[in-house]
Structure formats: C-alpha cells, structure tokens
C-alpha cells in the first residue's frame, strides 16, 4: 500500500495558503493520489462548532488565552482521531490548514503562554501523529497585515489582531523552522503564486519518495 502522507501549511494570516494548498490538492489528484483537504480549527462537526465559537462569537473577545489554548487543542484532538489518523491509514494524502505549530505560535509564543505547557497539551491532543512535511508560508509581518485589510471582507477575531502581534506570529514560524528543519520549511510568500507551487510539488515529491524508499 502507498503510505499516507500529512502535509500541513502554516503562516501569518495573509500568506497565501488558501490558494497554495487548492494548487497541491489538484497537482496530487493530477498524480492519482486521494487527497483529504482538512482546516483548523474545524473539519469535524464538534471542530466546525469550535471555530464558530473561537472566530466569530463575539462573546470570545473575552476568552483567556488558557481557555483559547485548550479550545484549538479540543479541535485537534477530534480531528486526529475522527478524520487524520483514518486517512492515513488508508493511504491518502492528508493537507492541513494549520496544525499544532499554529498553537505553538499564536498562544504560546505571540500570547506569551508557557511554551513548555503549549507543547505537552499539543502533544497530548495530537498523540503522536505529526505532519511529514510543514509548509511555512513566509512575508513581512506589515505586508501580511496590509493584505488581510485590503481584502474588503470582515475580519475575525485573529485577524483583527494588531501589527505587533502579526510580528510575533512571523518570528514564531521562523524560529520553530530552524529547531525543526527536518520536517518545516520556510518559503518566501512574496514570490508568484506559480514559482511557490512549483517549489512545493518539489518538496511534496521528494517526501513522497523518501517515505516509498
């Protein structure tokens, strides 16, 4: 059987990653593979509810961000059993918009919550089961911000965060790719949409084959 495979993306708001992940999706479909395209927080039913709650409730501008930290890791923790784990059970390629790094960084180093308290609950929701390749989708922190407030659209509760805090968030991501450069690598999201999904199916490929060989 071909092993499963799970790719997550991660980045500021802004990066590029929606239309990154439909560009790989269609290139692996193109290559015969199934592919499970999964969101968090979200893609359960309890993840969905979760997402609301954590995005677009107004009442959470006052959650804690203890209780924020243990909200993302309720979702995933879902998510890993219900959805991630049989799929890559059954051989499927699984992609991630966001993953326990998103944790990582937003609650534990942008929020400033205890890192070494982020990993052990992030660990504990995943159990185990972490990404064979992590896109980091990388650019200014006043590009990424300038770029969400353009869009025309309503904001959530994460993206209406201010400058300083998208900062924090771009530092985080490139500070966690070079503790972990066997498994996350940093592109630069300033490049055309085309050369970013040229250098990802490279990376996708070579993944690929490292886990067939």
């Known amino acids: 059987m071909t092993p499963g495979l799970l790719i997550s993306f991660e980045g500021s708001?802004?990066?590029?990653?929606s239309t990154q992940i439909q560009r790989l999706r269609a290139r692996l479909e193109n290559a015969g593979r199934t592919v499970?395209?999964?969101?968090?927080?979200?893609?359960?039913?309890?993840?969905e509810h979760i997402r609301t709650l954590l995005q677009h409730t107004p009442e959470a501008a006052a959650l804690s961000p203890?209780?924020?930290?243990?909200?993302?890791?309720?979702?995933?923790?879902?998510l890993v059993r219900e959805k991630i784990r049989p799929s890559l059970d059954a051989g499927n390629v699984?992609?991630?918009?966001?993953?326990?790094?998103?944790?990582?960084?937003?609650?534990?180093?942008?929020?400033?919550?205890?890192?070494?308290?982020?990993?052990?609950?992030?660990h504990f929701a995943v159990g185990g089961t972490l990404p064979h390749l992590t896109i980091v989708l990388d650019m200014s922190a006043s590009a990424a911000w300038e770029r969400i407030r353009a869009s025309g659209r309503e904001l959530d509760r994460m993206e209406s965060e201010p400058l300083e805090f998208f900062e924090k968030v771009r530092q985080g991501y490139l500070h966690l790719a070079?503790?972990?450069?066997?498994?996350?690598?940093?592109?630069?999201?300033?490049?055309?949409p085309e050369a970013?999904?040229?250098?990802?199916?490279?990376?996708?490929?070579?993944?690929?084959?490292a886990l067939q060989s």
């Not at 395209?37 to 309890?46: D, H, K, N, V």
């Not at 203890?66 to 309720?74: K, S, Y």
Request: a negative charge; aromatic letters at 4%.
């Open 94 to 122: 699984v992609v991630l918009d966001r993953f326990l790094d998103s944790t990582t960084v937003y609650q534990g180093i942008a929020r400033g919550l205890p890192l070494d308290s982020v990993h052990a609950i992030n």
């Open 66 to 78: 203890e209780a924020e930290l243990l909200l993302f890791a309720a979702s995933r923790a879902q």
């Open 196 to 209: 970013i999904e040229t250098q990802i199916w490279k990376l996708v490929e070579d993944r690929c084959h």
């Open 178 to 192: 070079v503790e972990q450069p066997d498994r996350m690598v940093v592109l630069d999201a300033a490049q055309s």
């Open 36 to 47: 499970l395209m999964l969101r968090e927080p979200g893609g359960t039913l309890i993840g």
């Open 13 to 17: 708001e802004g990066c590029g990653k």
